[in-house]
Antibody, heavy 121, light 110 residues
Framework: QVQLVQSGAEVKKPGASVKVSCKASGYTFTRYDITWVRQATGQGLEWMGWMNPKTGNTHYVEKFQGRVTMTRNTSTNTASMEMSSLRSEDTALYFC??????????????WGQGTLVTVSS | QTVVTQEPSFSVSPGGTVTLTCGLSSGSVSTDNYPSWYQQTPGQAPRTLVYNTNTRSSGVPDRFSGSILGNKAALTITGAQADDESDYYCVLYVGSGIAVFGGGTKLTVL
């Protein structure tokens, strides 16, 4: 079955960087885009961007451009999201999810379990 | 900038029926927006309920159904149960590989 397993919780100081990974299994990794979504405590889901694992092409939501980099390793079927210049407002739960975009429509069909990133001095 | 609107909160009695909606600031929602719906309890990963307007994901009870109602996408829960108390998010595809989350609806069952 399709599984996305994310790396563990992180605590970072303001100004630092964090890298969260998302290991995929149960399907052909390069066939589906991976997106990253975050959620601050008590807030809604916020799209950050997505990546095509086959080509490495990325699209970042304007708010995160210049601070977020999404990459992949096709040897280990792992997608990663790195955010730099962290600030307290980046404290959130970060999710990866698989995008299905075909004749079935456009939707997120599988989710990672989430990675809590805490930014605190 | 496209904004997807949802009711901030809703309540339903156990056994009752509730319809949550998902609208577009720029016009009407159609099947071309491929509406999808997600259920989330705090601190947990979202669960995909419905996609492509009205297709239920595997394992989702048939008391959840999706549709287009007027100019909005809709998620109807028939025979609400206590464990349906969650946050519900819709996603609309707006073209060029871009989709947008709604702000979410907090559903209370009481």
């Amino acid at each position: 079955q399709v599984q996305l397993v994310q790396s563990g919780a992180e605590v970072k100081k303001p100004g630092a960087s964090v890298k969260v990974s998302c290991k995929a299994s149960g399907y052909t990794f390069t066939r589906y885009d991976i997106t990253w979504v975050r959620q601050a405590t008590g807030q809604g889901l916020e799209w950050m961007g997505w990546m095509n694992p086959k080509t490495g092409n990325t699209h970042y939501v304007e708010k995160f451009q210049g601070r977020v980099t999404m990459t992949r390793n096709t040897s280990t079927n792992t997608a990663s999201m790195e955010m730099s210049s962290l600030r307290s407002e980046d404290t959130a739960l970060y999710f990866c999810a698989r995008i299905v975009y075909d004749s079935s429509g456009y939707f997120l069909d599988s989710w990672g379990q989430g990675t809590l990133v805490t930014v605190s001095s | 900038q496209t904004v997807v609107t949802q009711e901030p909160s809703f309540s339903v009695s156990p056994g009752g029926t509730v319809t949550l909606t998902c609208g577009l600031s720029s016009g009407s929602v159609s099947t071309d927006n491929y509406p999808s719906w997600y259920q989330q309890t705090p601190g947990q990963a979202p669960r995909t309920l419905v996609y492509n307007t009205n297709t239920r994901s595997s394992g989702v009870p048939d008391r959840f159904s999706g549709s287009i109602l007027g100019n909005k996408a809709a998620l109807t829960i028939t025979g609400a149960q206590a464990d349906d108390e969650s946050d519900y998010y819709c996603v609309l595809y707006v073209g060029s590989g871009i989709a947008v989350f709604g702000g979410g609806t907090k559903l209370t069952v009481l």
